[in-house]
């Protein structure tokens, strides 16, 4: 069932069941007034009557109160036993002898032989003392009229509100179901044309459908972004992995020509086939990494010592740059709960990249500032420029890229490092000055696996 079929039904019924509910209040109220309001006749007209003649006519004496009556109605009184005494008819040509007599009860509306009959006892008393009780009771029969008039009436006007209901919960179904309509159409044609469109947005900003409109727009952004980045993406390591190919496939062409004969030309193609095939392997690594990084492959967590960690980095990276690198850790000993090979991969990502881009000393900074480990990496290379300091967590984005061959770099290593600090809870920065230097902060919760658990 549709969503407008839906919401006019649901309208439509909710306002029915309404009408229903206020018809039968409205029939009710009108009988218990009607009724209140003849009763309140009988009483005021015979309630002199009553005090005049009552005593009277309990004593037996022959009091003739047929004057008094009007068509249809009847006259009986009962003494303090409830016993008849006297019996006064003008037309009535109904019995009361089905109904019991009870002196306490004000008034009754009864219903025989088909027709109402109203029914009043007032009470005929002798100082303080109850001596009888006058009972008065007549044929009703315009209430029934009364009644079918006023059922006509909520009859007509209950159809005519239905009717009513059912266009107008057409029209709010289609008031309500337009935008939504229009974000299905928008769905449909980006899935078709692979476009990405927007939902005008209409109405005010505080209503649902508005809200609606913009959350699917902001995701429509979001998706845009994320599809251009994965077209770039895969762009950039097709060229990547096509220039290493096309490099070791001109060498090798070089060796099957020239190979034999020149030693030269042999040792030339050899070292770069090995140099482009090493570049290779350490960017599908890197491609790897990533994936692995998407697809949320959980934390090997454990307690080890950050400076410890720190260390051996150092001296990783010392046996491939023959370079001054410094550790400077004011607390000698800082325990971290984490994955312990992945911060070790981020930290010879940064401390490889100050090595690659600059010729000074390297240093690293290792503290702990309000529950996190923060890890400083600075080097006082050829600097970032401002300008593009911003993309250079973007896959494959190098600031120079005429000489990403001559480092090796690949244009992985800093996004691989931002997810490793993601994936911590923890954050990752950059602040450069060209021609300066840069520095690289990194902050990861110390309490990791506490805040988890939690």
């Known amino acids: 069932m549709k969503l407008r079929t839906k919401i006019t039904l649901l309208t439509t019924s909710l306002l029915i069941v309404i009408l229903l509910c206020v018809d039968v209040a409205v029939y009710l109220l009108f009988i218990r007034t009607a009724t209140q309001n003849e009763v309140e006749q009988l009483h005021d007209k015979w309630e002199p009557i009553a005090e005049k003649t009552g005593v009277e006519a309990v004593q037996n004496a022959k009091v003739d109160l ?77 209430l029934d009229t009364n009644m079918e008039i006023l059922v006509s009436i909520l009859t007509f006007s209950t159809i005519g509100a239905i009717i009513a ?58 998706l845009e972004e994320s599809f251009v980045r994965q077209q770039q993406f895969v762009s950039d390591a097709s060229h990547e992995l096509n220039t290493t190919v096309t490099i070791v496939q001109g060498y ?37 990494d990533l994936a692995s990084f998407q697809h949320g492959v959980p934390l090997k967590f454990e307690k080890f010592d950050l400076a410890e960690c720190c260390s051996e980095v150092i001296s990783n ?56 480990a923060v890890i400083y990496v600075k080097d006082y290379g050829i600097g970032i420029p401002a300008d593009e300091v911003h993309h250079v967590f973007e896959r494959f984005y190098r600031v120079d890229s005429s000489r990403h061959r001559k480092t090796g770099g690949t244009g992985l290593g800093l996004p691989i490092a931002k997810s490793i600090a993601q994936e911590h809870q923890g954050s990752i920065s950059i602040v450069s000055t060209e021609g300066a230097g840069t520095e690289v902060k990194v902050e990861i919760p110390m309490d990791l696996i506490e805040r988890s658990a939690k």
Request: glycine share 4%.
């Open 317 to 372: 990276l010392k046996q491939l740059y023959p370079r001054d690198i410094k550790l400077y850790n004011p607390q000698r000993k800082l325990n971290l709960y984490a994955d312990r090979t992945k911060i070790k991969q981020l930290l010879l990502i940064l401390g490889d990249n100050a090595l690659k881009y600059s010729s000074e000393t390297v240093e690293f900074h290792i503290s702990s500032e309000e529950g996190n």
């Open 66 to 142: 047929s004057s008094y009556l009007t068509e249809d109605m009847m006259i009986r009184i009962f003494d303090a036993q409830s016993r008849l005494i006297h019996e006064y008819r003008n037309g009535a040509n109904y019995s009361l002898s089905d109904i019991t007599f009870d002196p306490n009860i004000y008034s009754t509306l009864a219903n025989i032989d088909d027709r109402k009959i109203l029914i009043v006892h007032l009470p005929m008393m002798s100082g303080s003392e109850r001596i009888g009780t006058f009972e008065i009771s007549e044929k009703w029969d315009t």
């Open 252 to 288: 090798a062409s070089m060796l099957r020509r020239w190979g034999n004969q020149d030693k030269e030309i042999q040792n030339e193609a050899v070292n770069s086939i090995f140099e482009e095939t090493k570049r290779m392997r350490i960017m599908t690594q890197q491609l790897l």
């Open 165 to 222: 209901c059912i266009f107008g919960g057409i029209l709010i179904s289609r008031t309500i179901v337009k935008p939504i309509a229009s974000s299905i159409q928008t769905m449909q044609e980006i899935e078709s044309s692979l476009l990405f469109k927007k939902i005008p947005v209409r109405g005010n900003s505080n209503a649902e459908l508005y809200k609606m409109t913009e959350t699917f727009n902001r995701m429509i952004d979001r």
